[in-house]
């Protein structure tokens, strides 16, 4: 079945609950292992766009120790490379979301990094792919699925 009429088909089904009565939560740097040397300033690069996105958000307040948080998330920059020799390589900005108590996983989301030659421009695309990060997780916050 095409992954389009999958998703026409598929109902309305809840998410997670946590998303809706978390009230703090706390962000943590991944990394970005697949850009090599330039790893670290990638890595700072997009916890900053992530963090300053989700401050944005008013029903989340950032804190500072995963302890005192209802939500832990770690954002990162992830590479997919296709399989049996493929070259197509796709990459993008990385939310993963979990419950602090359970540490359960409770939702991945993943927004498309457009390349980019310049620090500049990298940095607009990373701020760019955070803030709709930012706005699918007030989407889960609201009870719905985010969008394709």
């Given amino acids: 079945m095409p992954i389009a009429a999958m998703s026409q088909s598929a ?14 939560i706390f962000l943590a740097a991944g990394g970005a292992p697949a850009l090599g040397n330039r790893a670290k300033l990638a890595t ?3 916890y900053d766009s992530m963090y300053h996105a989700l401050e944005t958000l008013t029903q989340y307040h950032l804190v500072a120790n995963p302890a005192s948080s209802d939500l832990a998330m770690e954002t990162s920059i992830h590479v997919a ?6 070259q197509f390589n796709s990459v993008s900005l990385r939310l993963v979301v979990r419950d602090t108590k359970t540490q359960t996983l409770l939702w991945i989301l993943d927004e498309p990094l457009d390349g980019a030659f310049r620090e500049k421009t990298f940095q607009k695309n990373l ?9 699918d997780l007030k989407v889960l916050s609201e009870g719905r699925e985010p969008q394709v």
């Fill in 11 to 24: 109902g309305q089904v809840p998410v997670p609950s946590q998303f809706a009565t978390a009230h703090n």
């Fill in 44 to 46: 700072n690069m997009s």
């Fill in 81 to 86: 490379v296709g399989n049996a020799g493929n």
């Fill in 127 to 135: 701020d760019d792919a955070a803030s709709h990060l930012a706005q």
